[in-house]
């Protein structure tokens, strides 16, 4: 289909030509209203950011042994380890997600995130020019957990299977570009899948991670929030109870106002904050596969930063102390590509809302 042509699903899965993406209301096109993922149509727009391919060296290739006592393929949506919280952020890198790393360190506390790799015209997480490379090995020096939320946030119970693992191993060749190792752990975008989805996530090595407590931060109603939050954890005892909770480092008052309060609250109650592989009492070194291997393996910081993007994270690995007070430095990243990202924040938002809402 030429530009202006009706594709996807409104019009009998017509395919726009190439060079061009099919928009959310089935119209082809190019640039941010018709290419900006999770919107665009992947299978009628071969534009579309999520039919993009990352720089770096492939990775389906890359062993799958299923190692530790945590299961895969299987929805796991409860901590093991009484008297923890693991608190887990969806969707970034994003604008906002280095403030939310100032303040996690600022509170010494570690949390999970669950990354995207091409969504909500951001650029990939792996080049250099968007600044987000530098933040996922924060994450990492820091001490947080990286998981993965796919390429561009599709629907992996709407795919194909070829879909689903160009979705997990884009993101996965994204990642390993920054940090040299690949997640162990995926949570499937709107928490959507089917057994089709379960295998082939079995298949690529992937605990499959829910929650039981969603505040709904993504609703942008904070009051709400802070009471869903509260209230489930103040009904029950820390010595008896453990949670795994969803919020969004995509959202502005979720970093810079409601990620204190659930820090604070959480403390207030006798809880414990920490990632999911550590409520899960999972070691660490379980948490990442080798890239060559495909073994356990622990992820790098350093050089891998000047290089991300080129495919040659090459750097002694790191050991992070989950207990250790860490020092309340700032991290001073790469210019954010703020004015296009922001111009497409609020149609990615309320996509992803409406989303929520259904799924």
Known sequence: MPAGGACGTQANNAVCAAGLCCSDSGVCGTGGAFCTAPACQISAGPACDGNQTPKGADTSKVPRPLFGSIPYGVDISHCTVNGKVALTFDDGPYLYTAALLDILRSNNVTATFFVVGNNGAKGMINDPATGYPAVLQRMVADGHQIGSHTWSHQDLSALTSQQRHDQIVKNEIAIADVIGVIPTYLRPPYTRWNQDALNDLKALGYHVLNYDIDTRDWQGNYTVAESIYSSILSQHSPTSSAWISLEHDIYNTT????????????????????????????????????????????????????????????????????????????TTIGSFPSAIAQQNQTVYSCLHKVARLYY
Do not use: M
Request: aromatic share 6%; glycine share 10%; hydrophobic share 35%.
């Open 255 to 330: 970093v810079h106002v409601f990620a204190q309060y659930i820090i604070d609250q959480a403390r207030k109650l006798g809880y414990q904050l920490v990632t999911v592989g550590e409520c899960l009492a999972d070691p660490v070194s379980n948490w990442y596969r080798n890239v060559t291997t495909g073994q356990p393996a622990s992820p790098v910081v350093g050089a891998a930063v000047a290089n991300a993007g080129g495919g040659q994270t090459t750097s002694a690995s790191v050991t992070t102390s989950h207990t250790t007070t860490r020092s309340k430095t700032t």
